[in-house]
């Protein structure tokens, strides 16, 4: 799990005008593509692509070592304050994509946040397991 999530931040802290670093918004940035790979003694155990186009967002399962991709969306508001910023997320749902499939979502705020894993444990917005 931790190797999932350190590719997510890598890869969202290379699109880094688009959100914050543990998640993705924006659903205007139109032509965002997020690539989550994740392997375990060299085995790889995740391989998802999101795509994010105006208004639409398409989440790809493209490997598993389960079988199915498990998806965690987050919404939240932020507030900047002379102690720095504040965020709360909340939970936006759940949803699991078999290997070869794909679900298109266009009923998510521009301000969504996703952690991706070939696990179905729950998360927390920072991607770390929810307890």
């Keep these: 799990m931790r190797n999932v999530m350190a590719f997510v931040y890598f890869l969202l802290g290379l699109v880094g005008g688009i959100g914050e670093i543990s998640?993705?918004?924006g659903l205007g940035a139109t032509g965002t593509t997020l690539v989550a790979r994740s392997t375990d003694n060299g085995v790889e155990t995740l391989l998802s692509k999101t795509?994010?186009?105006t208004g639409k967002v398409r989440f790809e399962c493209m490997r598993s070592a389960t079988g199915h991709?498990?998806?965690?969306?987050?919404?939240?508001?932020c507030t900047t304050s002379a102690a720095g910023a504040h965020c709360v997320h909340r939970p936006a749902g759940t949803f699991d994509v078999q290997v070869g499939?794909?679900?298109?979502r266009s009923d998510l705020p521009a301000d969504f946040r996703l952690c991706v894993s070939h696990r179905s444990e729950a998360v927390d917005a920072d991607c770390r397991p929810a307890g």
Excluded: M, W
Aim: net charge negative.
């Design 51 to 53: 795509s994010i186009e």
């Design 23 to 25: 998640g993705i918004s």
């Design 69 to 77: 991709c498990h998806y965690a969306l987050f919404t939240g508001t």
């Design 101 to 104: 499939q794909v679900r298109d």
